[in-house]
């Protein structure tokens, strides 16, 4: 019986994770890689918006609501992975003269975004910004190391593909892409049931004044609770 990339899952993760060449070699052979891949995208979605929680939270959205926003997030998540991918495809194309389909770069790319499952640990206190960084830093040396392998570029050159595919999709996403991005967060603030901020001021500013934010609602409510009893 044909094993798949499925059937191996786990030890193709905590080989992208160890950033070793053989596990990339596999997810280009195995059957249904692209699948395990989307997985891998999914859960990293997930975890990354479980570790953001903490914005739902002040921003005080339900529960039925904070678990349809974690999974919207998730695959909000995916969708622009999978551009980030098809963007490094075209550049490897163009570029490298790459003969490779689209589904090796988005198998290479998912499984590059292993370390990222661990993402809910930016949570932490103190420890939340060290942590993002090294998962960035881990998951940009994966790619490299699975581009390497998929398109046999040397290291600098598949960091090149890597970053400048990043930088068509930035550029794509500011253009043409506006009108994704702005159904995205409509869809995101929808399910939240609120308007969510998203930018990093944004998020810390609307951190610091979540507790004060609370307290102010509860003398509100204790207030009118006051009112009504005199009444």
Not at 71 to 77: C, E, G
Not at 82 to 103: D, K
Not at 205 to 227: F, I, S, W
């Amino acid at each position: 019986m044909t094993q798949t990339a499925l059937d191996r899952f786990w030890e193709l993760v905590f080989g992208a994770i160890a950033l070793n060449p053989e596990a990339f070699k596999l997810i280009q052979t195995l059957p249904q890689s692209s699948i395990a891949a989307l997985y891998i995208v999914l859960i990293a979605g997930f975890s990354q918006a479980v570790g953001q929680g903490l914005v739902l939270f002040v921003n005080r959205v339900k529960p039925l609501r904070f678990i349809l926003s974690l999974f919207i997030a998730s695959m909000l998540f995916a969708f622009t992975i999978g551009f980030w991918g098809l963007s490094t495809w075209l550049v490897s194309v163009i570029l490298f003269n790459a003969n490779i389909p689209y589904g090796i770069v988005w198998s290479t790319l998912g499984f590059a975004y292993a370390p990222l499952m661990f993402s809910f640990l930016v949570a932490l206190p103190y420890l939340g910004v060290p942590i993002q960084v090294l998962l960035s830093i881990w998951t940009l040396l994966g790619l490299v190391m699975g581009l390497r392998v998929a398109f046999g570029l040397s290291v600098w050159q598949a960091l090149w593909c890597g970053v400048l595919g990043w930088v068509v999709f930035q550029i794509v996403q500011r253009s043409i892409g506006r009108p994704v991005a702005i159904l995205g967060k409509w869809l995101s603030n929808t399910v939240a049931g609120t308007r969510l901020v998203t930018d990093m001021q944004g998020l810390e500013q609307l951190l610091q004044a979540g507790p004060q934010m609370l307290r102010r609602d509860n003398q509100t409510n204790a207030g009118d609770r006051g009112d009504n009893r005199k009444v």
